[in-house]
T-cell receptor
Framework: AQSVTQLDSQVPVFEEAPVELRCNYSSSVSVYLFWYVQYPNQGLQLLLKYLSGSTLVKGINGFEAEFNKSQTSFHLRKPSVHISDTAEYFC????????????FGTGTKLQVIP | EAQVTQNPRYLITVTGKKLTVTCSQNMNHEYMSWYRQDPGLGLRQIYYSMNVEVTDKGDVPEGYKVSRKEKRNFPLILESPSPNQTSLYFCASSWGTGRVTEAFFGQGTRLTVV
């Protein structure tokens, strides 16, 4: 079965430090990759997406991610985090060839410490 | 403004009392789906719809029903709710076949079944 793995359920990081949130997916077929952010008591918002083209994609709020096909990874990075980045982050994959089912990882809670 | 609207945002009900959570989108999207979010499990798909009158089961469909009589609406029905259906529910929409894009999410419905 296709799956998405976010190994870190919680990541504490000091303000202005860099952060990387890891995401790996199971399939080697063509994929479309997304990162969503969920602030407390809110729905999910798109942070960034990879559909095709450059493997380094930039999103909102200074986040970026790199698609690595050989390692089946799509790690999210930010060079300097702010308190306002405290939220839960979900990696998501749409596998090509079928209907548009989105498979989500289990989420990573980013806690930015002042 | 492009949006997915869910109602209600919060709902407390008793076991066995039928309820409906509504979902409406104004983007003319073909594809709509329902997810439930539980701690440590991420988002799991309940049902999806590829277009009007076309629906199918997701990963956790037991105890739920859906209908898609109009393109914009995709209600979730719990005919006999049970406590294990206490969860946070999200409706989402996206374009559909032939065009992979990000999903747009509603604000969520927090359901408690006592």
């Amino acid at each position: 079965a296709q799956s998405v793995t976010q190994l870190d359920s919680q990541v504490p990081v000091f303000e202005e430090a860099p952060v990387e949130l890891r995401c790996n997916y199971s399939s080697s077929v063509s994929v479309y990759l997304f990162w969503y952010v969920q602030y407390p008591n809110q729905g999910l918002q798109l942070l960034l997406k990879y559909l095709s083209g450059s493997t380094l994609v930039k999103g909102i709020n200074g986040f970026e991610a790199e698609f690595n096909k050989s390692q089946t990874s799509f790690h999210l990075r930010k060079p300097s985090v702010h308190i306002s980045d405290t939220a839960e982050y979900f990696c998501a994959v749409v596998y090509s060839g079928g209907y548009q089912k989105v498979t989500f990882g289990t989420g990573t809670k980013l806690q930015v410490i002042p | 403004e492009a949006q997915v609207t869910q109602n209600p945002r919060y709902l407390i009900t008793v076991t066995g009392k039928k309820l409906t959570v509504t979902c409406s989108q104004n983007m003319n999207h073909e594809y709509m789906s329902w997810y439930r979010q539980d701690p440590g499990l991420g988002l799991r798909q309940i049902y999806y719809s590829m277009n009007v009158e076309v629906t199918d089961k997701g990963d956790v469909p037991e105890g739920y029903k859906v209908s898609r009589k109009e393109k914009r609406n995709f209600p979730l029905i719990l005919e006999s709710p049970s406590p294990n259906q206490t969860s946070l529910y999200f409706c989402a929409s996206s374009w559909g076949t032939g065009r992979v894009t990000e999903a747009f999410f509603g604000q969520g419905t927090r359901l408690t079944v006592v």
